[in-house]
């Protein structure tokens, strides 16, 4: 999800962090500036579709997928929104007002727009965030709490993904609670094995006033549903039977049931 340097954005300048400029970088090599409105990154722009996931499960939205990441979780479902030359190649660069245009081509207004990645964090959207208030819609941030942005405060749900072991990432906490202390910020960690069923405990036990999600790891390619509903069975009996994770929540993607694993659901 992102990366970006120190700049100004509607008269206020972002913070500089290290990561985010690093991440900055990343991004801004692949944006054109003309000198006109500044340009994102877009993969994807789908819906009207369920959200399959987390705290927003069921709710109707459409999404804006944005390319670049700055992870790489060995199980990443959505590589092409992260690669640079898949990205490079697929993306389409976008202003505000085309995001905005995209969306209402797409006809039924949800209530929602989800930004998702990639890492969308690593971009500067607080623009965006306010076209789309300003239009009606709620929006809806996922990202994995890497890059903290102050724009994410306007967002109406911010819904932060913590990699667990499995993913071959490590968790940068001095980060994360930077996120977990929005208070509209949820938790959702994926859940593939053991040690990552005690990640996600500590995590709940870090974050106690955060709502926190489960979910079953999903193997893309290999996972048909009744592998799904094995796992999502498996999830749950870990969290029911650990008294420390009564009040974790455990969904499957829903996403993925109906849909199956594929791209724009
Ligand atoms: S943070 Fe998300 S988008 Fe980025 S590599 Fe990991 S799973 Fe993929």
Same mark, same amino acid.
């Given at each position: 999800?992102?990366? =970006?340097? $120190?700049?100004?954005?509607? #008269?206020?300048?972002?913070?500089? $962090? ?19 409105? %500044?340009?994102?990154p877009v993969l994807e722009v ?8 987390? =705290?927003?499960?069921?709710?109707? $939205?459409?999404?804006v997928r944005f390319g ?6 060995? @199980?990443?479902?959505t590589?092409y929104a992260v690669?640079?030359?898949q990205v490079?190649?697929e993306a389409e ?13 797409? #006809? ?8 998702s990645g990639g ?17 009606? =819609? ?6 994995? #709490? ?5 724009? !994410? ?21 001095? %980060? ?44 893309? #390619? ?11 069975? @498996? !999830? ?27 791209r724009?659901?």
């Open positions: 999800m992102a990366t =970006r340097a $120190t700049r100004a954005t509607s #008269g206020k300048t972002t913070e500089a $962090t290290s990561e985010a400029a690093a991440c900055g970088q990343l991004a801004d090599a692949h944006s054109p500036r003309t000198g006109a409105a %500044r340009t994102f789908f819906g009207p579709v369920l959200q399959g996931e987390g =705290r927003m499960i069921g709710a109707q $939205t459409h999404f670049y990441c700055d992870s790489r979780c060995a @199980w990443c479902d590589l690669e640079p030359a490079q190649a660069w976008l202003d505000v007002d085309a995001i905005v245009a995209r969306l209402a081509s797409l #006809g039924a207004q949800t209530p929602w727009v989800t930004l890492n969308p964090a690593i971009h500067d959207l607080g623009a965006l965030v306010e076209r789309l208030h300003a239009t009606g =819609r709620k929006v809806a941030i996922e990202t994995q #709490g890497t890059v903290f942005r102050p724009w !994410l405060a306007q967002c109406d749900v911010v819904t932060v993904s913590p990699k667990p072991p499995s993913s071959g990432m490590v968790t940068d906490h001095a %980060r994360l609670a930077r996120f977990t202390a929005l208070p509209q910020s949820n938790l959702k960690v994926v859940v593939f094995d053991d040690a990552d069923f005690a990640y996600a405990r500590d995590i709940h036990l870090r974050y106690p006033n955060r709502p926190c999600y489960l979910q079953p790891g999903n193997a893309v #390619g290999q996972d048909d549903t009744a592998a799904l509903l094995a796992k999502l069975d @498996w !999830l749950a009996q870990r969290a029911m039977h650990d008294h420390a994770m009564a009040n974790a929540v455990v969904l499957p993607q829903l996403h993925t049931l109906m849909y199956g694993n594929r724009g659901v």
